[in-house]
C-alpha cells in the first residue's frame, strides 16, 4: 500500500537535502541525482496514492503533539492533485537544471536548497491540521529567501531576497493572527462544552481541519469573518495578491529555474492552496468571500498592465503569475458564492495548468537567457531559426496562457479550459449578485494577458536579430522537461470534467456540507463563452501587428513624455512608495529614529546615566570611604555590629 508510505513524499526530499548539503561537491553534476532521485520518488508514492484513493477514499494518520494539537498527514482528492503536480512540475525543473546551471560553482548548494523547497511545499500540502500547515509555510517562505538570494554577492539579488522576506512576512503575520483567532473560538467552544464537541471521537485534535469544519456552525460570523479575512490576508503575501504583489517581480533576482519552482511549483501557489483548503471557513463568511473576488479580480487586471511594458524576459512573465493569481483568487471568490464546492475545482484546475505553461514559459525563457546572455527582449529576435524546440514549445506555452481554443467543440489548449471556466463563473455571480465588476476585470485581464505574452514572443522569435550574439539551441538535458511540459499544456484540458467531478467530493468526504448562498446559476450565454477567446484572439492579432508585421511605431508611445507609459514602467510608483515613503520615511526616521531616541536618551540617559549611573557613583564614593585599611577600625565594626546583634536578639525574646 503506498497509503502507508505518505510520510515519505516529504522526507525523501529531506534527506536528499542533507545528503547534497555535505556530499554534493564529491558527487556528480554537484549532487542533482540525490534531489532528482527523491524527488521522482516523491512523485511515484503521491502517484500510487491517488491510484489507491480515487474516486471516493482518503489517508488519514495522525500523532498527538502537545496541548491538543497534532502531527498529521491529510490526503484527499484536492491534496493528491497537489502532490503528483508539484512533485511532477519540480522533478522536470530540477531535471532542466541541471544543465543550465551546469557552470555555477555553488551547484551543490543549489540543488539542496531547491531539494529542502520542494519538500516544504509538499508539507504544506500534506498537513491535516492548520498549525502544522504554517510550520511549513514559514519553511517555504525561508526557502525561497535562500533561493532568491542564491547570488548573494549581486546587490540586487539580496536586496529583492530580503523585500520577499519581509513583504511575505507582512502576509504571513495576519495569517497566524488568525490561526490565533481560530484557537481562541474552538476554546471558547470547548469550555462551553458545545454539543458538536462532545460528539467528536477520540483521535480528534483542536486545530485538525476536520475539527475546525464541524465547529464552523457554532463560530459567531463576525469572528469566522475575521478569521478567514486573516487567513486571506497569509494568501496576499505568498500568492503576491495586491497590495502585497511587489516581491515578486523582483524575486526574478534568482536562477530561472528557481523562478520556475516559486511561479509554478511552489511558493505563490500555497496562498491558492491555502483558501482552498480552508474553503468550508470562506463560503461560511460570504464578506469574505467578496473580498477574495475583488482583490483576486483586480489583482488580475492590475499585473497584466505592468506586463505589456516590461522589457525584461522575467519581469513579463512574473507579472504574468500576478495576474494568474489573481484569477484563480477570483475564481475561489466569484464561483464559490453561487456553485459551492466547484469553486475549489476550478480555481485549482486553473493552479494545475498554469503550473504546466508557466514552467513551461520559464523554462523556455531559461533555454534563451542560456542562449543569448541577456534578459532584455529588446536584444534578441530572429531566434526561431536557431532555437526551433525553445521557440515551438514557448508558443504552446504562450497559447495555453492566453486561453486559444475552439468553444463548443471542446478543443483548446489546458489554459482554454481552466481560464474560460473562471470568467465564465465570473458572469455567473454577475447574474447572480448583480456585480459585473469582478467580470469586467477578468475580460480586460484576458486581452492584456494575450497581447503581451505574444509581444513577448515575437520579439524574441521572429524578425531579425537586434544584436550580434553567438545563439544556439540547449543541451538535451534542458529541452527534454521543454516537450513533455508542452505536452500537458497541449492536452491537460480535456481532463477537465473528470477533475472538476472528482475536486466537488472533496469536502463531502470529510462530512462538510457546503451551504450555496443564492444557488444555482443559468449556463451563461453563447457571446459569453465566445468573449474569453474573441480576447485572446484579438490580442494575438494586436502583438502580431504590432510586433512582427511593425503596421504600428510603437516608439510613439514608449516615451517618458506618454504619461500612461511612464505610469506601467515605473509599476504605478510602488517599489518607490516601498523604498522611500515605507522604507525610509516611515521604517527609519519614524520606527527607528524614535528607537533610537528611546534607547539613547531614556534607556541609556535617563535611566542608565541619570539614575543607576549616579546612583551607583554615589553609594560606592561612600563605601569607598568606610575601608580604611586600619585593622583595629576593622575589628571594632564587627564588635559593635556583634553587640547589636545580641541586644535584638534579646529584646526579641529570642
Known amino acids: 500500500m503506498f497509503s502507508d508510505f505518505a510520510a515519505l513524499i516529504v522526507l525523501l526530499p529531506v534527506l536528499a537535502f542533507v545528503l547534497t548539503l555535505f556530499l554534493g561537491k564529491r558527487l556528480p553534476s554537484g549532487g542533482a541525482p540525490l534531489p532528482i532521485a527523491a524527488i521522482a520518488g516523491s512523485f511515484i508514492i503521491s502517484l500510487g496514492i491517488f491510484l489507491e484513493i480515487y474516486p471516493d477514499k482518503t489517508v488519514q494518520q495522525s500523532w498527538a503533539w502537545f496541548a491538543g494539537m497534532n502531527l498529521g498527514i491529510l490526503i484527499d482528492p484536492l491534496a493528491v492533485v497537489m502532490l503528483m503536480m508539484v512533485s511532477f512540475v519540480s522533478l522536470l525543473i530540477h531535471i532542466y537544471a541541471v544543465g543550465y546551471m551546469a557552470h555555477d560553482p555553488a551547484k551543490p548548494r543549489y540543488f539542496a536548497e531547491t531539494s529542502l523547497f520542494t519538500a516544504a511545499m509538499l508539507a504544506v500540502v500534506l498537513s491535516d491540521n492548520i498549525l502544522q500547515f504554517f510550520i511549513a509555510w514559514e519553511l517555504v517562505g525561508l526557502c525561497s529567501y535562500l533561493l532568491i538570494g542564491f547570488w548573494y554577492h549581486k546587490p540586487s539579488a539580496a536586496a529583492a531576497a530580503k523585500k520577499a522576506f519581509l513583504v511575505t512576512r507582512v502576509g504571513d503575520v495576519l495569517f497566524l493572527a488568525g490561526i490565533v483567532l481560530l484557537y481562541v473560538n474552538m476554546k471558547l467552544l470547548m469550555d462551553s462544552r458545545s454539543l458538536v464537541f462532545e460528539s467528536f471521537e477520540s483521535g480528534n485534535f483542536i486545530l485538525q481541519f476536520k475539527t475546525m469544519f464541524e465547529a464552523i456552525p457554532l463560530i459567531d460570523k463576525t469572528q469566522l469573518t475575521y478569521i478567514t479575512l486573516l487567513f486571506f490576508g497569509g494568501a496576499v503575501g505568498k500568492s503576491g495578491q495586491f497590495p502585497l504583489h511587489g516581491w515578486l517581480p523582483d524575486a526574478m533576482e534568482g536562477p530561472t529555474t528557481v523562478s520556475a519552482l516559486i511561479h509554478a511549483a511552489t511558493m505563490v501557489t500555497a496562498g491558492v492552496y491555502l483558501v482552498a483548503r480552508t474553503f468550508p471557513m470562506f463560503a461560511a463568511a460570504p464578506d469574505s468571500l467578496l473580498v477574495v473576488a475583488y482583490i483576486g479580480g483586480f489583482t488580475a487586471l492590475f499585473a497584466a498592465t505592468m506586463g505589456l511594458v516590461m522589457n525584461d524576459i522575467k519581469r513579463v512573465l512574473a507579472y504574468s503569475t500576478v495576474s494568474q493569481l489573481g484569477y484563480m483568487m477570483l475564481a475561489l471568490g466569484t464561483a464559490g458564492a453561487v456553485v459551492g464546492a466547484k469553486a475549489v475545482g476550478i480555481s485549482m484546475f486553473h493552479l494545475i495548468s498554469h503550473a504546466f505553461f508557466k514552467a513551461l514559459l520559464f523554462l523556455c525563457a531559461g533555454s534563451v537567457i542560456h542562449a543569448v546572455g541577456t534578459n532584455d527582449i529588446r536584444e534578441m529576435g530572429g ?13 504552446i506555452a504562450a497559447l495555453a496562457l492566453a486561453g486559444i481554443g475552439i468553444p463548443f467543440l471542446n478543443v483548446g489548449t489546458a489554459g482554454f479550459f481552466s481560464k474560460d471556466a473562471i470568467i465564465e463563473g465570473a458572469f455567473e455571480y454577475a447574474e447572480v449578485k448583480g456585480d459585473f465588476i469582478p ?3 477578468a475580460v480586460l485581464a484576458a486581452l492584456l494577458t494575450s497581447i503581451y505574452i505574444f509581444r513577448l514572443w515575437f520579439m524574441a522569435f521572429t524578425g531579425s536579430p537586434r544584436s550580434e550574439r553567438h545563439t544556439h539551441e540547449s543541451p538535451g538535458v534542458m529541452t527534454r522537461p521543454l516537450m513533455i511540459l508542452a505536452v500537458f499544456a497541449l492536452f491537460f484540458g480535456f481532463a ?11 469536502f463531502a468526504l470529510a462530512g462538510v456540507e457546503l451551504v450555496v448562498h443564492e444557488g444555482e446559476a443559468s449556463h451563461p450565454p453563447v457571446i459569453v463563452v465566445l468573449l474569453p477567446v474573441i480576447v485572446g484572439v484579438l490580442g494575438f492579432l494586436i502583438s502580431y501587428a504590432i510586433y512582427h508585421r511593425r503596421m504600428l511605431d510603437v516608439s510613439k508611445f514608449v516615451s517618458s513624455q506618454n504619461p500612461i507609459y511612464k505610469l ?20 527609519h526616521n519614524v520606527v527607528a529614529q524614535s528607537g533610537e531616541f528611546v534607547d539613547r536618551k531614556i534607556i541609556d540617559g535617563l535611566v542608565i546615566d541619570n539614575i543607576i549611573g549616579n546612583t551607583t557613583f554615589r553609594i560606592s564614593d561612600t563605601v569607598r570611604k568606610l575601608q580604611t585599611g586600619v585593622v583595629q577600625n576593622y575589628a571594632s565594626v564587627v564588635i559593635l555590629g556583634v553587640v547589636l546583634l545580641v541586644i535584638l536578639l534579646k529584646l526579641g525574646g529570642v
Open 568 to 587: 506601467l514602467i515605473n509599476r504605478y510608483y510602488e517599489p518607490k512608495i516601498g523604498a522611500e515613503i515605507i522604507g525610509v520615511k516611515l521604517t
Open 439 to 441: 467580470y469586467v476585470f
Open 383 to 395: 531566434l526561431f531559426g536557431k532555437m526551433k524546440i525553445t521557440a515551438t514549445t514557448m508558443l
Open 496 to 506: 477537465q470534467s473528470g477533475f472538476y467531478n472528482y475536486l466537488e467530493t472533496n
